[in-house]
């Protein structure tokens, strides 16, 4: 039997050979008209339309391929606390009150994407616990400042700075210096989440199109989009296409740009190995970040080597394999037994974009490596707004999102010098 093989991944993932039944949705072919049409099935895409169709909202959702073959499906599965910036960072561009709403929301997040499972009875493989360790010294004293803001300020006493030994005691490994440990969150499956919101839409009344893509969106009165075999219209439209948009407006074009990241898996580790004996995941201080965490059947999950150009590389594995050696020498000959990779979007501040580009035409997107949790609710929050039942999508909306500098011809290359430059930053 052959098994499916994402067209949009350079491998097929773990995620996919232990996520258990993969329900198949039709494809789209004739025309129709909904309420809200959402074009894109990962969690910004369903979690709108499972808050839509729960309020009796008739909805179309669009995927261009199968759920969860964006990064949804295929990600880290490190659910974080806050934003992609610290808050001493946000607080130094935004100010406190805006910083604190945007770390209340991120906390909103974090609820919403467990009680979701819990409320719809679906798995997650959720585990505990995310460490993030310094890769350089000299960052131990900004960190410890971050610690004492989010205690003092922002009242959240689940982080705490761990100094060299303790975090070399919780990684089993002595590659870092200090760093945080954030008890206030944890990891999941993220195609096993992926799936059950699929299917917590469709049970709410949603329709579901796999293998539709969206090739032509129209903006008016009534919003078109044109597929292969058959056209939506509808009074309202979200585009959560995410880092794979494929530059269908040139607002997105401009302000969310796709960058891939490479996760490999090894055999599962001996059940008494030194690695993260605690199982919380990390994230490390990087900009190009390292992340890794053990599955629930004691895998190492690495991720790393984000690559900058558009092709696909071919030795995912061997890179992978000489990051987890500089952690854990011990490693070295372990067998990787899968690869893959995804498009991580972001955009200039590292801030998801979330925009009406005209009546009724929503985007969101650009969650910067961030998006397990703030995806999920940038749906929900965008669906409330559109039933008038919160203004909260406002804080993301008034973030300012310069565009990408070099128009569409030097964009990418710009991309590929500046994103080299700050890999080489990593390493002084
Ligand atoms: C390798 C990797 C690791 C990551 N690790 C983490 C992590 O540990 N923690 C974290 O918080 N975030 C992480 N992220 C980011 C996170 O996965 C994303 O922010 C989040 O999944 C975004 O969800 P989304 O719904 O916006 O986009 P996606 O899940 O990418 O969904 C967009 C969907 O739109 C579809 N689409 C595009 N164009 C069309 C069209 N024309 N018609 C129809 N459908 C279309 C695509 O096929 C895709 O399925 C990671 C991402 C990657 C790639």
């Known amino acids: 039997m052959t098994l499916y093989q ?4 350079p491998g097929r993932s773990w995620y996919e050979d232990s996520c258990g039944e993969r329900p198949h949705y039709p494809q789209l072919d004739d025309n129709r008209h909904c309420d809200v049409v959402i074009v894109g099935g990962g969690f910004c895409g369903l979690s709108c ?14 995927e261009a391929h199968r759920l969860g073959d964006g990064a949804s499906g295929r990600n880290g599965g490190q659910i974080g606390s806050g934003h992609r910036a610290g808050v001493l960072e946000l607080e130094h561009e935004l100010g406190f009150e805006r910083s604190k709403a945007l770390w209340d929301l991120a906390q909103d997040a974090k609820k919403a994407l467990i009680e979701t499972a819990e409320n719809h009875g679906f798995e997650t493989d959720y585990q505990p616990g995310q460490l993030t360790p310094l890769h350089r010294r000299r960052f131990e004293k900004e960190t410890q400042a971050e610690v004492a803001a989010l205690h003092d300020r922002y009242g959240y006493e689940e982080i705490g700075f761990l100094h060299r030994d303790a975090m070399a005691e919780a990684l089993g ?22 799936i ?7 049970a709410a009344g949603a329709s579901v199109f796999e293998e539709t893509p969206a090739t032509k969106i129209t903006g008016g009165p009534k919003i078109s989009i044109e597929t292969p075999r058959g056209t939506i219209t509808a009074d309202r439209c979200l585009l959560a296409m ?37 199982g919380e995941a990390v994230d490390d201080s990087r900009f190009v970040v390292r992340y890794f965490r053990k599955s629930k059947d004691n895998r190492l999950l690495f991720g790393g080597r984000e690559a900058y150009g558009s092709a696909a590389p071919g030795n995912i594995r061997r890179t992978i394999r000489k990051q987890i050696t500089e952690i854990y020498p011990q490693l070295a000959d372990i067998e990787l037994t899968h690869a893959w990779g995804g498009n991580v979007a972001i955009t200039m501040p590292r801030h998801p974009y979330v925009r009406e580009l005209e009546n009724g035409l929503w985007t969101a997107g650009g969650f910067s490596g961030h998006g397990v949790m703030l995806s999920n609710y940038t749906g929900r929050m965008i669906a409330q707004n559109f039933l008038g039942q919160s203004e909260q999508i406002k804080l993301l909306q008034d973030l300012e999102i310069k565009p990408f500098p070099g128009g569409s011809t030097f964009r990418n290359p710009l991309k590929i010098l500046a994103l080299t430059w700050y890999a080489m930053l990593d390493r002084i």
């Not at 994402?6 to 991944?9: C, D, K, L, N, V």
């Not at 590659?175 to 992926?194: E, F, Q, S, V």
């Not at 059950?196 to 469709?202: D, E, I, N, T």
């Open 49 to 62: 339309a499972l808050h839509l169709a729960s309020n009796g909202v008739d909805v179309v959702v669009l």
């Open 173 to 194: 490994s002595r590659a870092y210096y200090g760093g945080t440990r954030d008890n206030g969150t944890g990891h999941i499956h993220p195609m096993k989440y992926l």
């Open 6 to 9: 994402s067209p949009i991944s």
């Open 242 to 278: 995410n880092g794979y948009h494929n530059d269908m407006r040139a607002e997105l074009a401009s302000h969310v740009m796709p960058i891939q990241s490479f996760i490999g898996a090894t055999v599962p580790l001996e059940a008494d190995t030194s690695v993260l004996p605690n």
């Open 196 to 202: 059950g919101l699929g299917k917590a839409v469709s």
